[in-house]
Every structure is written in C-alpha cells, then in structure tokens.
T-cell receptor, first 115, second 115 residues
Framework: GDSVTQTEGQVTVSESKSLIINCTYS????????LFWYVRYPGEGLQLLLK?????QKGSSRGFEATYNKETTSFHLQKASVQESDSAVYYC????????????FGTGTSLLVDP | GPKVLQIPSHQIIDMGQMVTLNCDPV?????FYWYKQILGQQMEFLVN????????KSKLFKDQFSVERPDGSYFTLKIQPTALEDSAVYFC?????????????FGHGTKLSVL
C-alpha cells in the first residue's frame, strides 16, 4: 500500500534558524500522488499548510516551502527562519487523484522552536 | 475560518458498551469523513459519507462501526460494541467537494478510551 515516512519524534530549533523536516513517500498504485503538509498548532485542529499536485512544482505558505520531487519521491518541508509561533506538529500526507479525500499520513513531527 | 467541532473531546467507556462520537461539520460542506489515530501511529482513513450514504470505507471500518447524519444534524460515528483496540483519537473532517485539490477541514479529535 501507500506510505509516508517523515522525520520522527520531536525536532528542536532555535528561533531564526533554518528548518527542514524530511518526508518521503511510496505510492504503489499512483504514479503522481497529490502531496500535502498539514499542521496542528497547540489547541487547534489539523489544518492544511500547503499542497502540491504537480510533480516538480513547489508549494509555499507562511514562509514554509516544499518541492514535489518525483525522482527522489520526497516532499521535504523547509523554512529559512523559524519563529516561536511555528511550534506545532507537522504531518506529511499524500492522496490519490482524482479523489483527494483519502489521505495517507506520516506519523507527524513535533517542532519546538526555542525563543 | 471554517471550523469542524467534535463532541466530546474525551470519552471513557467500558469495553462492550456503545459509544457515539459527534461531529458538527462546516455548514455548507457536503462530504464528511472519519479518521482514526492510535497513539504513536499515523492517522488513518476510516470512511467517507455523502448524501446519506457511505461512499468508501477502509478495512479499519469494522462491522461494529456505523455512520449517519440524520436531518443535517451531527455527523456521527457509532461503535457497538466497543473493543479495547478501538481506543484511539477519532478525527472528523468535512469538505465541499471530492476533487483532488479540495481542502479537508478537520476537527480537534475525540479521544476514545475503552477500558
């Protein structure tokens, strides 16, 4: 079946430093899945951070970026300078077009930004 | 922004009893979903629901599970009878459509503890 593997556990980064959360995917039945990053801020529900549905494209939101790399089957999340408000749990996910509702998630990466 | 509300946030129940998890989706959304996350594992798709019917369900959606949304009220997930392995956080989501780039809105989750 399909699977998503991302940086496990908790990542601690000092404020204003750069961040990368790794994500690789395996889509056995899908040539080009849709790729997503979702985020759960403390006390809030899971929400979409960014999505990319075309291989080779980059998505960006709130200073975060992720590029859909079909050669390496990766979709790493990066930010040049993190802020304390970025502390949250980040989930990489994929779905099978055209039905985008059935998401396959990674286990989540908890980001703690030290002030 | 639009919110999906889940009630209650935590439910503790004895094995074998019935439980109903309630979800108040975004008001103009037509498609509804349940996801399940066991502690330390990925969030996994359970079921999606549209126009009074289950459209698709995963192998995790056991015979003991049922979903309904009577008369536009709460979208519910009922488990009868419950088993120990049903202990998890259940996330409700909704969307206005099904196409690939449609955005899912998630609730905070209901933590179900089966004793």
């Amino acid at each position: 079946g399909d699977s998503v593997t991302q940086t496990e556990g908790q990542v601690t980064v000092s404020e204003s430093k750069s961040l990368i959360i790794n994500c690789t995917y395996s889509a056995t039945s899908i040539a080009y899945p849709n790729l997503f990053w979702y985020v759960r801020y403390p006390g809030e529900g899971l929400q979409l951070l960014l999505k990319v549905i075309t291989a080779g494209q980059k998505g960006s939101s709130r200073g975060f970026e992720a590029t859909y790399n079909k050669e390496t089957t990766s979709f790493h999340l990066q930010k040049a300078s993190v802020q304390e408000s970025d502390s949250a749990v980040y989930y990489c996910a994929l779905s099978d077009p055209p039905m985008g509702y059935k998401l396959t998630f990674g286990t989540g990466t908890s980001l703690l930004v030290d002030p | 922004g639009p919110k999906v509300l889940q009630i209650p946030s935590h439910q503790i129940i004895d094995m074998g009893q019935m439980v109903t998890l309630n979800c108040d989706p975004v008001s103009n959304h037509l498609y509804f979903y349940w996801y399940k996350q066991i502690l330390g594992q990925q969030m996994e798709f359970l079921v999606n629901f549209y126009n009074g019917k289950v459209m698709e369900k995963s192998k995790l959606f056991k015979d003991q599970f049922s979903v309904e949304r009577p008369d536009g009220s709460y979208f519910t997930l009922k488990i009868q009878p419950t088993a120990l392995e049903d202990s998890a956080v259940y996330f409700c989501a909704s969307s206005s459509g099904l196409i690939s780039n449609e955005r899912l809105f998630f609730g905070h989750g209901t933590k179900l503890s089966v004793l």
